[in-house]
């Protein structure tokens, strides 16, 4: 069982823009203040062209460990792959605050247990223990869904938004441009997380140049959820904290119709769900290849991650704001070397036989 380019197509195109619709537009308006479209712009264009090496490296048609084999031998593989999973694990760690946060504070009138978020981290064993390819069939559910959640926000928005808050363009300087990049590095890893899914699709002609495109028009629509968002909170954005959950609040025909965005909100927090599991889906995936057959080490893989992830989100619980802080400031460095350095030695290493780009 393998995706299908649609699939990923779909994944890079609708899917990818709503994991970073939470935390990440106070975090951006905060570091380079009106300027915020800059620096996501910037790691939108990264992204896109990472994105088009990972998908050239697809045409050989192997999975990470068995180039990484092929390359260098099964014990140096093994060691990349097992690092890779580290850095997926830690990646996800992010993601699943968010979505925590988010559950807590938009989906309960009052202030719920600490444990009503556990039975996120069973849905996840479940799917984890699942085969990489079986999350191809959800995108082609999400994918329409995502459209519709970001469709409707974007339209409740329209009246309240205005745009001459992003003016004058450049206010922030070149300090608030490098801190934005610095912040927004802990929400842009697609290329990794494609990285761990090569080898499981089949490469078509063009797919490497589709693929980028798509990205860019998922971020296009990324960009103008961030220029709404500023454009309806302003200078208080650096306080809206929950994004799309947030932005939608203010449409003028809510005391007569009561909270229709909720439906687009439910929509976007369920496409969310699938995005902050594949991280902890692909790790697992990853190791199990690399140690031994991955259908009888997923489960035990999948419950020992969940239960890890669990212990640390709730040993977190009263430091949300550091952690978020920690990983986005002090530890951004470690993106860079999963998402581009990896990419990059691979694509030097194995791309020099195909100069040809289909």
Not at 138 to 143: C, E, S
Not at 221 to 246: H, K, P
């Amino acid at each position: 069982m393998k995706l299908c380019s649609r699939q990923i197509l779909f994944f890079l195109a609708a899917v990818a823009p709503v994991g970073k619709m939470v935390l990440m537009p106070a975090r951006l308006a905060a570091a380079a203040g009106n300027d915020l479209l800059f620096p996501a712009l910037a790691q939108l264009l990264v992204q896109a062209a990472l994105i088009f090496g990972v998908l050239l490296l697809s045409r050989r048609e192997r999975t990470l460990f068995s180039l990484l084999e092929g390359a260098a031998g099964k014990w140096f593989a093994r060691v990349v792959c097992l690092l890779f999973s580290l850095f997926l694990l830690f990646a996800a760690l992010l993601p699943v605050i968010e979505q925590k946060i988010m559950v807590r504070s938009i989906f309960y009138d009052t202030i719920p247990a600490h444990l009503v978020f556990t039975p996120f981290f069973l849905f996840s064993a479940y799917l984890c223990s699942r085969p990489l390819a079986a999350l191809g069939r959800m995108w082609d559910i999400l994918a329409p869904l995502a459209a519709v959640g970001i469709a409707g926000i974007l339209l409740l928005c329209t009246g309240s938004c205005d745009l001459a808050a992003l003016a004058p363009a450049g206010a922030a300087g070149w300090r608030g441009f490098g801190s934005g990049m610095t912040v927004t590095c802990s929400w842009f890893y697609d290329s990794a997380l494609l990285l761990g899914l090569i080898g499981r699709f089949p490469y078509r002609k063009g797919l490497a140049w589709k693929g980028a495109l798509c990205y860019l028009a998922g971020g296009a629509a990324l960009l103008l959820f961030l220029a709404v968002f500023y454009g309806v909170f302003g200078e208080i954005a650096v306080l809206q904290t929950l994004g799309f959950a947030r932005v939608s609040a203010f449409f003028r025909a809510l005391p007569v119709l009561g909270r229709i965005d909720y439906l687009f909100v439910f929509a976007l927090a369920f496409v969310m769900t699938f995005y902050v599991i594949l991280p902890m889906q692909e790790a697992v995936g990853t190791v199990a290849e690399a140690f031994g057959s991955p259908a009888p080490l997923a489960p035990l893989l999948s419950v020992g991650v969940n239960l890890a992830m669990l212990a640390a989100v709730y040993a977190l619980h009263f430091s949300p704001s550091a952690t978020v802080s920690a990983m986005t400031s002090s530890l951004f460095w470690i993106y860079p070397i999963f998402t581009a350095a990896l990419p990059l030695l691979l694509a030097l290493r194995f791309g020099r036989r195909h100069a040809r780009i289909s």
